[in-house]
């Protein structure tokens, strides 16, 4: 058995005040040693208050290494994760050391903390996430073990599910010619990837099945109704879902993916109102995530809506698994999904060299080798910047023969004063090239050139398709309010005695937000305003 340091800063120090205000939430138990206050695995488990009790949190052992004690708990400390505020099960145990008392404070309970005692919400939220970070790169990381071949699509696809939702875990890359290694360790090729979830192996994984496993996959009750529906993860539905939370309505969000979007993707946001010197997609989007777990948001992901009706009663959103999702009202934030370009062998570099996202991920399969990004707009110019600073010679490549057409002026000043970015106008990339991941691509404008990664940012198509009977453009984008023709509107609006309010689809209830809609910005801090005014709509419709 190994025993690592207990960290302080997970730990606060409560004063007597805070202390009776906490317990009053919970239920008193006495323990015995040897008791476990939760284990490693259960999918319902409680915020647990270690009264008169000592307690040590425990990565149990897997059956390739033993168990380790990562913290010893005394008298006016809790065990609990930050996984608590999302439904997602423990991955960590609490044993007793020595006997006392322990109070329970169920997750009910815990979200009635957050939205009833700001001091007490800002202490347990600020401690949940400071052990989240510090149990990051310590062996709890070992209770998801991620294992896949470097350049396969699939695995890339369960790294990105796990950051996204800044999950604790590790990841293991194999080589697929080492025959010797593969049988050391036991894996068979055609099982990967493979997730181990507390030693328990999970074959051929997905990020749905590892979301079924932690219990991050919708689990309302058949009867339950819920004020709000949120669809789509991206900065528009985190605005809505956390401004209708903060709100008073019940509220889950749903991400066919993982919450982030496109703008989680960005390497860095300059322009976002109050961040002077930018902030990465990805953190902005880890934090406000957080934000829409404080308000006790219910984020389930990935969970794709593949249908929405309007009933006597309400609104039925129904997943790929068949589960139907009963609400009072809807926001659509589905987004877009990304464009290809029409070239042979794209989908083979999928994941092995072809990227839609320039971040720390995709950094580590490039690092300073030569790369091409794709896209004349802000996120092809800030993911070229990111690339170039990291040591990655960059070429750039546009279609169009202005820079400043469709890219920020701050953008383009530094893209041309940087010596590591070949910007190259008025051309495109006609071939690609490589054995099992990218080698070379091919431009018209200069010829062959090596390039380990092609960075496609060239749009995206508006994520409608699954909703026929909203009215829609001709690309695909719902219209919303005064933008809805008198004759696209069903008959419902007649017996409403109103007009579509802003937002509002053609559809009554149904709203639409982000970049899905017709006439949005596609912008960030664009998205964020029409997911927050979204929710004003809501309130006015509920009223109605």
Not at 167 to 184: P, T
Not at 464 to 475: I, K, N
Request: aromatic share 6%; proline share 4%.
């Amino acid at each position: 058995m190994q025993t690592t340091e207990p960290h302080a800063a997970e730990q606060p120090t409560l004063t007597d005040a805070q202390w009776t205000r906490l317990v009053a939430f919970g239920e008193g138990e006495d323990v015995e040693p040897g008791d476990y206050a939760f284990r490693s695995g259960d999918r319902d488990y409680d915020l647990v208050l270690v009264d008169t009790a000592r307690l040590e949190i425990v990565r149990d052992s897997l059956w390739w290494i033993g168990e380790t004690v990562l913290s010893h708990l005394g008298p006016r400390t809790f065990a609990g994760e930050l996984g608590l505020l999302n439904g997602q099960g423990a991955f960590l145990s609490a044993r007793v050391t020595e006997a006392g008392r322990i109070v329970r404070i169920s997750r009910t309970a815990l979200r009635k903390i957050m939205s009833e005692d700001d001091e007490l919400c800002d202490l347990l939220l600020r401690a949940l996430w400071l052990r989240r970070e510090s149990l990051r790169k310590g062996p709890a990381a070992l209770t998801l073990k991620l294992v896949g071949a470097a350049n396969s699509k699939d695995f890339q696809a369960l790294r990105r599910f796990a950051e996204r939702l800044d999950l604790v875990y590790s990841a293991a890359e194999v080589d697929l010619d080492d025959h010797a290694d593969l049988a050391k360790h036991k894996i068979v090729v055609d099982d990967l990837p493979m997730a181990y979830i507390q030693g328990e192996p999970l074959l051929r994984a997905t990020p749905g099945l590892v979301a079924d496993r932690l219990g991050l996959s919708y689990q309302g009750d058949a009867d339950e109704v819920v004020d709000l529906v949120v669809i789509g993860g991206g900065p528009a539905g985190l605005a809505a879902a956390i401004y209708g939370a903060s709100e008073g309505l019940s509220t889950v969000l749903l991400d066919a993916v993982a919450p982030g979007g496109q703008a989680a993707a960005t390497s860095r946001i300059e322009n976002f109102l109050g961040f002077p010197f930018g902030v990465s997609g990805e953190d902005l989007i880890g934090q406000a995530s957080l934000q829409a777990l404080k308000f006790g948001v219910r984020v389930y992901a990935p969970c794709e809506a593949v249908d929405l009706q309007s009933t006597d009663d309400g609104l039925e959103i129904t997943l790929t698994d068949g589960r139907i999702i009963h609400a009072r009202t809807a926001i659509v934030t589905s987004g877009a999904a990304y464009r290809r370009l029409p070239l042979d062998r794209w989908d083979d570099f999928e994941g092995a060299g072809i990227y839609y996202a320039a971040t720390q991920l995709e950094l580590r399969r490039v690092v300073d080798s030569p790369v091409v990004v794709v896209g004349g707009a802000n996120s092809a110019g800030q993911a070229a910047l990111f690339l170039s600073a990291a040591g990655c010679p960059v070429r750039l490549v546009v279609r169009g023969t202005d820079l400043s057409g469709r890219m920020s002026a701050y953008l383009v000043d530094r893209l041309l004063e940087d010596a590591r970015v070949d910007v190259l106008t008025g051309a495109n990339v006609t071939a690609l090239e490589g054995a099992s991941s990218l080698e070379r691509v091919r431009i018209d404008a200069v010829g062959d050139v090596d390039a380990r990664g092609l960075f496609c940012f060239i749009g995206a198509e508006p994520a409608t398709a699954w909703l026929s009977d909203l009215d829609r453009d001709v690309d695909g984008f719902l219209r919303t309010g005064t933008d809805i023709p008198e004759d696209a509107l069903p008959s419902p609006w007649r017996s409403l005695g109103r007009e579509p309010l802003p937002f509002e689809t053609s559809i009554p209830r149904v709203f639409a937000a982000g970049d899905v809609r017709r006439g949005s910005m596609k912008r960030v801090a664009a998205a964020v305003g029409e997911g927050s005014s979204a929710v004003a709509s809501v309130h006015r419709a509920l009223a109605g």
